[in-house]
């Protein structure tokens, strides 16, 4: 099937600027360009509607980045913490998702959609992972995701130390496999 050709209404990555003229994927510009409102189709009368509007979206753009770059500055470094049931070695019982970030970046100031927190895989482990926000298709951050099994936890894992289990805490399991202690020399 060939390509369509597009005209992007906002910068969109890997692809191009507001305003070119491009050629995708019926698929991508079908399921994901359209719907979003990110292009429009390239026909005679969208091409002059977008040329007597062109600076008026210009400048609209232009307003979004500024405040999007007003925002980043605002919120740069922002470390937010999540509180999740974890296995002894760290593995997460459920995975941390977008949505999950969404919320607690909200709840620490920094108002997102879920769909702006561009996460590549979901959270799956106890640590400190960095993750990247859009807050404009030109303006991105990132945001730290602390994920551990209590706010202590967490604290320690903010000042970098390594989380292991306590001496205290790993059991005697020699009784358990028939295992008796040696008797002493």
């Known amino acids: 099937m060939a390509n369509i050709e597009l005209i992007l209404l906002q910068r969109v990555e890997k692809l191009g600027q507001m305003g070119e003229l491009?050629?995708?994927k019926p698929g991508y510009a079908r399921n994901f360009l359209l719907p979003k409102a990110k292009a429009v189709r390239a026909t005679k009368a969208n091409k002059e509607r977008f040329e007597k509007e062109r600076a008026q979206l210009e400048a609209q753009n232009l307003k979004r980045r500024e405040e999007a770059e007003r925002v980043a500055e605002r919120v740069d470094g922002l470390t937010v913490t999540l509180i999740r049931q974890a296995s002894e070695s760290g593995a997460l019982y459920g995975s941390v998702s977008s949505r999950d970030i969404a919320?607690?970046?909200s709840?620490?100031?920094l108002g997102i959609d879920r769909n702006q927190v561009l996460l590549v895989h979901p959270?799956?482990?106890?640590?400190v992972s960095g993750v990247r926000v859009e807050?404009?298709?030109e303006v991105h951050i990132e945001i730290k995701v602390n994920t551990a099994r209590s706010l202590e936890e967490a604290e320690k894992q903010a000042r970098g130390e390594t989380i292991a289990p306590e001496e205290d805490e790993q059991p005697d399991l020699g009784p358990l496999f028939g295992q008796e202690e040696e008797p002493a020399a």
Do not use: F
């Open 22 to 24: 491009v050629k995708v």
């Open 103 to 105: 919320e607690a970046a």
């Open 135 to 137: 807050l404009h298709p």
């Open 123 to 127: 959270i799956k482990s106890l640590g």
């Open 107 to 109: 709840e620490a100031g």
